[in-house]
């Protein structure tokens, strides 16, 4: 699914994540009810997971304000990282359907 450059994105409002020297590690809560009967049967499952973007990633994640479009959010990428700059937009929208779609991270403000 494509977007459209003048689209903006939030981040989810209930979204635990942190930002250490430039990376993004978002922070996911393991409660489905199975992984709950699980560490019930004393099974060392963890209660959280965790994902840290790579520099690309954070980047743009930290981006996403729901103030800045996706063109303006990919001329800021392709500054501070110059070999992106190869087919821009494209990845930057499939990333940023990704996070939206597969992930829930995100949301489409307008």
Do not use: C
């Not at 973007?53 to 063109?71: A, C, R, T």
Request: without cysteine; hydrophobic residues 40%; proline residues 3%.
């Amino acid at each position: 699914m494509l977007t459209d450059l003048a689209q903006v994105y939030q981040i989810a409002p209930d979204l635990n994540y942190t930002v250490e020297d430039g990376l993004v590690t978002i922070v996911q809560e393991q409660n489905h009810w199975i992984q709950r009967l699980v560490r019930k049967l004393k099974f060392k499952l963890p209660e959280t997971s965790s994902l840290t973007l790579d520099p690309y990633g954070s980047f743009i994640f930290q981006q996403i304000n729901g103030k800045l479009s996706v063109e303006e959010i990919g001329e800021l990428l392709g500054e501070q990282f110059e070999e992106a700059n190869n087919q821009l937009y494209e990845r930057l929208i499939t990333y940023l359907n990704y996070l939206s779609f597969e992930k829930k991270y995100v949301y489409l403000v307008k």
